[in-house]
Structures are given as C-alpha cells and as structure tokens.
C-alpha cells in the first residue's frame, strides 16, 4: 500500500509478503504425480473405472481411449449399461445387484460397444464402495479386453465338435482306451460293435 506523509506526499510503500515456496513444490510434485498417473493409465492395458450406485460412470481412465476408442470424457456420466450388449445387459445387472446385496467382489464377461458401434469381450472385476455407514456408494471396476481369448475358445469349440462329429459318423470302430482297458472314447461304430448302449460308452472295460 501507499505512505503519504501528512501533506499527503507519496513517500513510500509498504508489503506484506510471505514464503511460498513449500506451496509451489507441493503444486509442483502434485503436477509431476498427475502427469505420471495420466501417463501410465493412457498406455495400460486395462480399464480403471469409478461409478455410482446407480452404475453411471463418474471416472473411466484414459486406456479406454486405446481400448475401446472412446474418450473418457464420452462416457463419464454415462450408465455402463448404456454399452453392454443387449443380451448381457440382464447378466451384468444381476453382478451388480449381487455385489451389492453380498457385498463381494463380482466378476463377469461380457460384450461392450466400441467406439466404432462393434462389440469386445471384456472381463470385469467390480468391487463395491461403501461410505461410513457402510451403504454401497458405487463400484471400481477393473476391464481388459478377452475378444482374442473368446475367439480362441470359439474356434476350439467348434473344432472340437466337427471332430466329433467326424468320429461318431465314421462306419469304422474308433476308440481310446487308458492303460486299464477303459474307454475313454468309443463312437456309434464302435459301441455297436461291442454290443454297448449309448450310457455304457465310456467308462467302462473293453
């Protein structure tokens, strides 16, 4: 402020000032923490997401962005069953009710939409939130895409079942045996041949 002497002469000024200087290294370690935090969660595989009771997203890491192409910002305020597909909505909705009323860490998979309106597998772990009177406030959610581990089980299913079928229409007897002489695969052909139902198949000595 300003020193006037008493004909009302400016003849100085006077300043309050005080150290600062553990604020700016407090501001700056928060700055750098943040900005280590954005950077591992932009480039991780998974997906670390918060939300409400009501299951609307209130904080979704920035992964999602390489996961699934969103930018957090497009889903935060969002229910989470707004991107579930259609026929898990049912199954995801019963996790939630369960980790509720069980308080217990739910686990499911299920199909998301992408950004691009296409659909991934992903697996969640969702564990509940309570404030101090112990009621469930909301979730933290874990996601990481399964599309390639589900396409995997798919293609070994179906593979599993065409040789199946292969082997029960075959005419020839094709069976497997252990060391103890017990089938433990014989097709049609074969039961036939060894005069078999269908429930003595496997199981039991040649």
């Given at each position: 402020s300003v020193i006037?002497d008493?004909?009302?002469k400016?003849?100085?000024v006077?300043s309050?000032?005080?150290?600062?200087?553990h604020?700016k290294?407090?501001?700056a370690a928060?700055?750098?923490?943040?900005a280590?935090?954005n950077?591992v969660?932009?480039n991780?595989a998974?997906i670390?997401?918060?939300?409400?009771?009501?299951g609307?997203?209130?904080?979704?890491?920035?992964?999602i962005?390489q996961v699934?192409?969103y930018?957090p910002q497009?889903v935060?305020?969002?229910s989470?069953l707004?991107?579930?597909?259609?026929?898990d909505v049912?199954?995801?909705s019963s996790c939630m009710m369960?980790?509720?009323?069980?308080?217990?860490?739910?686990?499911?998979?299920?199909?998301?939409r992408?950004?691009?309106?296409?659909?991934i597998?992903?697996?969640t772990?969702?564990?509940?939130l309570?404030n101090r009177k112990?009621?469930?406030v909301?979730?933290v959610?874990?996601?990481?895409?399964?599309?390639?581990?589900k396409?995997m089980?798919?293609a070994?299913r179906e593979?599993e079942?065409k040789?199946?079928?292969?082997?029960?229409?075959?005419?020839?007897?094709?069976?497997?045996?252990?060391?103890?002489?017990?089938f433990?695969l014989?097709?049609?052909?074969g039961a036939?041949?060894?005069?078999?139902?269908?429930?003595?198949r496997?199981?039991?000595?040649c």
């Amino acid at each position: 402020s300003v020193i006037k002497d008493f004909r009302g002469k400016i003849i100085g000024v006077s300043s309050i000032g005080r150290d600062i200087t553990h604020e700016k290294k407090v501001k700056a370690a928060l700055a750098k923490s943040e900005a280590q935090l954005n950077m591992v969660t932009s480039n991780m595989a998974d997906i670390i997401s918060q939300s409400s009771s009501d299951g609307s997203y209130i904080y979704v890491s920035p992964s999602i962005k390489q996961v699934m192409g969103y930018e957090p910002q497009e889903v935060i305020g969002k229910s989470i069953l707004d991107f579930i597909h259609p026929d898990d909505v049912e199954y995801v909705s019963s996790c939630m009710m369960r980790a509720v009323n069980e308080g217990t860490i739910q686990s499911s998979q299920h199909r998301h939409r992408t950004a691009d309106g296409s659909y991934i597998w992903i697996e969640t772990l969702g564990t509940p939130l309570y404030n101090r009177k112990k009621d469930t406030v909301g979730f933290v959610c874990n996601s990481r895409d399964i599309t390639q581990q589900k396409n995997m089980e798919d293609a070994l299913r179906e593979s599993e079942e065409k040789y199946r079928s292969l082997i029960e229409s075959a005419k020839d007897v094709i069976a497997v045996m252990d060391y103890n002489g017990i089938f433990l695969l014989i097709n049609k052909a074969g039961a036939k041949r060894f005069n078999r139902s269908e429930e003595r198949r496997v199981g039991k000595e040649c």
